[in-house]
């Protein structure tokens, strides 16, 4: 529309509404939401577009309830500055009455496009069409919303509808009536305001910053006014500052209790590791508390961190969650690569941004700055939430959902590095705490490494013992705890009295008899408890793991204190607190740093060594690399393993050096691997291994089975192939003569109505399977693949040929129909190959198979991202076999044979 509609209704000598504005955000589209009190009160809704604010009138305001569907009014374009406009339009002009932010933010296509530019052209395109799909992301309105043109209700008939998803709800929103600006509602700013209220950068900032320093009590100022700031008005305020290397965190103060007060704001108390990541020019160094180093440890987050774009330190909180994204400090502690849990860095705060220093800033502006610049491209790093809720509310809530407690924030709090401050609380849902282990315990009937850990804190420089803990640990962890405790073994009690761990109590008349080992008091763990006893002594103490980002001398008691606060109105707790993994796919089996590593598989322990191994040396592709690619492409390659017999070509050597068959595994393999005892045609008696889970996957892997081999036939019907197979085998032919053969086959089976599915061979050639459905034999299965060949070599004649014989081909391509015989096998969909390149055999769409195509466009590199964006193209290979006797009749008819 452009704005002419809006400059022509307005008389700018009366109304100061912005005449103009343009946006300086790059990266992020924004939304705003106004209440508006004309001749009628109604929610002005508007999206920012081609540069102004497309709008719409909402005479009932926005709902977050799906089965409510809101009028929507389309009016002309405003300004991009009128976002930030609030106050009192004179009566008489038009528009007349007062105009409050009732909400604001970004927002994108629902569809996931990356860049503003992408994504406005999207959406203009979807403005055009009528159907406006969206995700918000404000203050009040978050989530998916359509806004869908509509007939009967005039040329601007709109319906604004909320999407079923995580932020839809029955509660009307429209009863949250203050601004996100001013914290003023409709009547509130008639009676305050000027004619018109004027936002302008430096203006806002400053009205920021004096209602920070203010700390009025009037609801919603801090949190609400930092959101009409972009993060380049707040920088621009901003003093320069170098790079803090090894800078440590700022601490929060356990409190006995939850509390509510407008100016603090609420987080989610996460159960993991504190963690800094500092990045500059593409290096990452991620630092525990006490600056021990995360790098290899959470190698995976670094690998992340290392694709940034910006130069930034951040505070955050590194876990591994479930699939409901509560964490488990226990799975944490036991996570040695991706294959143990989803392992997530939770980010809550910025200190320093592209030579800016921001721990001078209040929370809320740092935050600002954060959610606009953090990228969030992938779910490993996420925005921690806050939220400007009731405190009581929240802490209820954090029970409820099973974390380990809510963390209070002073909204106007800035960022003192290494201070346990008052401007930053945690309430802890259950009880825990950090304790020094300075011994263990031996039972004189045990046969476990230990029995107890004898367990102290810190009392003004001596170690005071505060109880033993016998449960929590499995045998795993108590033997991979016990090779860190030889070290440490010491004649002398660490304890400035030495304890009586064998004392009777009321818990436990007559404790087993236990000898001590004294340990230097250097380790670190984290115990659950139900209360301390009036000696300083933990109930009920269970082992939670061990911490390795706390340094022992500074392990004190926590003592809750009291907390002395104003109660104010509560408001409802978002139910995003916490959210599950978005990418369920699984990453790596195996860490990138040890030589050997054993990992448990579907209930058996598989050890594997020599990691580095480089088995595609000239690609720098090692055996971890190729443990890694089956265990995440198991689940598309192990519908074409299970219940066949296995063929084993091993390279132990990588792909130069010596390889061998191995068909019998009797007396070679574990007991839990299944065999198929079966009489090949020599009359030999084979015991062969059998395709079934991740578990045998990764152990023909182990042998150095660089590729899968399996039968065409299953052992439930060992002579009945599940598919019919064509192999283009080419001599001296280039590979775009492979294709065309491969498109005449597609033609000669479109002709007579027979699926067929084609795959490279990651060598030289392409596959062709034809589903039999277990229905004939391997007599038959040939017989049809030699009537498919003929059929084709007349149409090629020049470059194919049918002869077995290598010397009788003269070079030509051998169009394999002999493969079809039992117990021959070759290469398996999704399987490497013992090829430069580290090449893949990889399912392809017909539309694919066309000059041009080459085996390196499918490698280890890549492969899993194609199985992510495609799926697996090759499963109707084993779904309905075709009817046989139909189709040779077909083929007779068609092509005269």
């Not at 604001?104 to 296509?109: A, I, L, Q, R, S």
């Not at 590791?273 to 593409?282: D, S």
């Amino acid at each position: 529309m452009g704005l002419d509609k809006y400059v022509k209704k307005r008389d700018f000598t009366k109304t100061s509404e912005p005449k103009a504005g343009k946006s300086k955000d790059k990266e992020k589209l924004r939304f705003v939401i106004q209440k508006h009190d004309a001749s009628r009160l109604h929610y002005d809704f508007r999206l920012e577009m081609e540069g102004v604010l497309k709008s719409w009138a909402v005479p009932k305001g926005p709902s977050t309830d799906p089965k409510t569907k809101r009028l929507a009014m389309m009016v002309e374009d405003h300004p991009y500055d009128y976002r930030l406009f609030e106050g009192i339009i004179p009566q008489g002009e038009y528009g007349g009455g007062t105009v409050i932010v009732w909400d604001e933010g970004t927002y994108e296509p629902i569809e996931e496009i990356k860049g503003k530019k992408a994504q406005e052209k999207h959406l203009l395109k979807q403005l055009k069409e009528g159907s406006l799909k969206i995700k918000l992301k404000g203050k009040k309105v978050e989530g998916e919303y359509a806004l869908v043109k509509t007939n009967g209700m005039g040329e601007n008939g709109w319906l604004l509808i909320k999407h079923k998803d995580d932020f839809a709800s029955p509660t009307d929103i429209t009863k949250k009536d203050k601004s996100v600006l001013s914290g003023k509602t409709i009547e509130s700013m008639e009676k305050t305001s000027e004619k018109v209220w004027k936002a302008g950068h430096e203006e806002s900032i400053k009205k920021t910053e004096e209602a920070l320093k203010k700390k009025t009590k009037e609801p919603g100022d801090a949190a609400s006014i930092s959101s009409a700031l972009t993060a380049k008005e707040i920088l621009k305020k901003t003093r320069k500052s170098k790079f803090p290397a090894g800078m440590k965190p700022m601490l929060a103060t356990l409190v006995d209790e939850p509390f509510d007060d407008q100016d603090w704001v609420y987080e989610v108390k996460w159960d993991g590791y504190r963690a800094l990541a500092f990045i500059q020019n593409g290096n990452v160094d991620i630092s525990s508390r006490n600056n021990k180093s995360f790098n290899d440890k959470f190698y995976p987050i670094k690998k992340t961190l290392e694709t940034w774009k910006i130069n930034a330190v951040v505070d955050g909180e590194i876990m591994v969650i479930n699939d409901k994204g509560v964490s488990s400090f226990g799975n944490l502690q036991n996570w040695r690569s991706e294959a143990d849990g989803e392992l997530v860095f939770y980010v809550f705060d910025i200190l320093w941004y592209e030579g800016k220093s921001l721990t001078e800033l209040p929370l809320l502006l740092r935050q600002q700055v954060l959610r606009e610049v953090l990228p969030t491209d992938d779910d490993s790093i996420r925005l921690s939430k806050v939220f400007n809720a009731s405190g009581t509310d929240f802490f209820k809530a954090a029970e409820k959902m099973g974390l380990e407690g809510i963390i209070a924030k002073k909204a106007a709090s800035t960022y003192s590095p290494n201070v346990r401050s008052r401007e930053w609380l945690k309430i802890k849902v259950s009880k825990r705490q950090e304790v020094v282990i300075g011994g263990y315990t031996k039972n004189e009937d045990t046969t476990k490494a230990f029995s107890s850990l004898l367990l102290g804190v810190y009392d003004r420089g001596h170690l005071k013992y505060v109880g033993k803990v016998g449960t929590g640990f499995s045998l795993a962890q108590q033997k991979e705890m016990i090779s860190q405790f030889k070290p440490l073994i010491t004649d002398k009690s660490p304890f400035s009295i030495e304890p009586d761990y064998n004392k009777p109590s009321r818990f436990r008349p007559n404790p087993p008899k236990a000898k001590a080992t004294w340990l230097k008091p250097e380790l670190v763990c984290e115990v659950a408890f139900t209360e301390v006893t009036s000696d300083g002594v933990f109930r009920h103490p269970s082992f939670q793991g061990m911490r390795i980002d706390k340094t022992a001398s500074k392990v004190v008691m926590e003592v809750p204190q009291s907390t002395e606060v104003v109660v104010d109105e509560q408001e409802s707790i978002h139910k995003a607190a916490v959210s599950p993994p978005k990418n369920k796919t699984k990453k790596t089996l195996l860490n990138p740093k040890d030589e050997t590593q054993v990992r448990k598989i579907c209930g058996h322990d598989l050890k594997f060594t020599n990691l580095s191994k480089l088995y595609w040396p000239e690609d720098g592709v090692s055996k971890r690399d190729m443990f890694n690619f089956y265990y995440q492409v198991a689940d598309f390659i192990l519908p074409y393993l299970k219940d066949r017999p296995q063929s084993l070509n091993r390279f132990p050597g990588g792909i130069h050096g010596q390889s061998f068959y191995q068909k019998d595994v009797k007396g070679k393999a574990p007991d839990w691997v299944k065999t198929f005892p079966y009489v090949n045609g020599e009359g030999e008696h084979k015991e062969y291994l059998v395709g079934a889970d991740e578990a045998t996957l990764l152990w023909m892997a182990s042998l150095g089975c660089i590729e899968m081999n399996p039968w065409f036939s299953r052992i439930q019907s060992p002579d009945n192939p599940d598919y019919c197979v064509i192999d283009l085998d080419p001599d001296k032919n280039t590979f775009d003569q492979v294709i065309e053969a491969a498109r005449e086959v597609k033609k000669v089976c479109d002709a007579i109505d027979v699926p067929c599915f084609c795959k490279t061979s990651g060598s030289t050639g392409i596959h062709i399977y034809i589903p039999l459905g277990a229905k004939y034999s391997y007599d038959q299965s040939q017989m049809f693949a030699r009537i498919i060949v003929n059929i084709v070599h007349k149409q090629l004649p020049t470059y194919t040929s049918l002869e077995r014989m290598i010397a009788k081909r003269n070079g030509k391509m051998y169009l394999d129909f002999l493969q079809n015989r039992p117990g021959a096998t070759i290469a398996g969909p999704y399987s490497l190959r013992p090829k430069p390149g580290a090449t893949v055999s990889m399912p392809l769409h017909w539309d694919e198979v066309k000059p041009g195509l080459t085996m390196k466009h499918f490698t280890i590199f890549n492969a899993m991202d194609r199985l992510k964006a495609e799926g697996d193209l090759f499963k109707g290979v084993l779904e309905k076999g075709i009817e046989l006797e139909k189709v040779i009749k077909k083929a007779q008819n068609t092509f005269d044979i």
